[in-house]
Antibody
Framework: EVQLVESGGGLVQPGRSLRLSCTAS????????MSWFRQAPGKGLEWVGF??????????EYAASVKGRFTISRDDSKSIAYLQMNSLKTEDTAVYYC?????????????WGQGTLVTVSS | DVVMTQSPLSLPVTLGQPASISCRSS???????????LNWFQQRPGQSPRRLIY???NRDSGVPDRFSGSGSGTDFTLKISRVEAEDVGVYYC???????????FGQGTRLEIK
């Protein structure tokens, strides 16, 4: 069974950093791209970024709202995707979800984690 | 960025009746590989999003066959043939064709039981 479990959320002050983890199981992690999305309280869904599999260079893409502040990485040996968030702003407050796949996959975003809440506040 | 416009934004439906949600994109969603990367997601209250339909009309495993997706180019539709209580939630369309710069979602349609 495919499972994605996000962790690392919490309360953080503006300007500080936080790293989220997405631990995957039930599939060959290294074969897949991984994506991050977020949802501010009471709002809709927003794409954050994406990391390709190593077979496609392991390169990343980001939404304009987080580019230069957020970094996605992966550790295929541990089946974990990371979202490093720096220079956090109050508007980054949201539930953050990781998903399997992305790009022009045959079946992108087919599995989602339960989400982890990040609250940016002084 | 490609703008995705859903309608209606609120959808009260009687149990057992059909429902339909429209999603329009500001540009054609046909990619150079011939595929159209238009997906539909359901988010039940308090839950994570769940993909229902991918590439316009492919229903995910475990999704009841009362859900169907259709459309082409810039106009897409999610239909529920007979609404059940478990269908309450917010439905989002999402385009994955034109990115970067960004994958984009519709505003969401809130389905409720009348």
């Amino acid at each position: 069974e495919v499972q994605l479990v996000e962790s690392g959320g919490g309360l953080v002050q503006p300007g500080r950093s936080l790293r989220l983890s997405c631990t995957a199981s039930g599939f060959t992690f290294g074969d897949y791209a991984m994506s991050w999305f977020r949802q501010a309280p009471g709002k809709g869904l927003e794409w954050v970024g994406f990391i390709r599999s190593k077979a496609y260079g392991g390169t990343t893409e980001y939404a304009a709202s987080v580019k230069g502040r957020f970094t996605i990485s992966r550790d295929d040996s541990k089946s974990i995707a990371y979202l490093q968030m720096n220079s956090l702003k109050t508007e980054d407050t949201a539930v953050y979800y990781c998903t399997r796949g992305g790009g022009y996959d045959d079946s992108p975003f087919d599995y989602w984690g339960q989400g982890t809440l990040v609250t940016v506040s002084s | 960025d490609v703008v995705m416009t859903q309608s209606p934004l609120s959808l009260p439906v009687t149990l057992g009746q059909p429902a339909s949600i429209s999603c329009r994109s500001s540009q054609s969603l046909v990619y150079s590989d011939g595929n159209t990367y238009l997906n539909w997601f359901q988010q039940r209250p308090g839950q994570s999003p769940r993909r229902l339909i991918y590439k316009v009309s492919n229903r995910d495993s475990g999704v009841p066959d009362r859900f169907s997706g259709s459309g082409s180019g810039t106009d897409f539709t999610l239909k529920i043939s007979r609404v059940e209580a478990e269908d309450v939630g917010v439905y989002y369309c999402m385009q994955g064709t034109h990115w970067p710069p960004s994958i984009t979602f519709g505003q969401g349609t809130r389905l409720e039981i009348k």
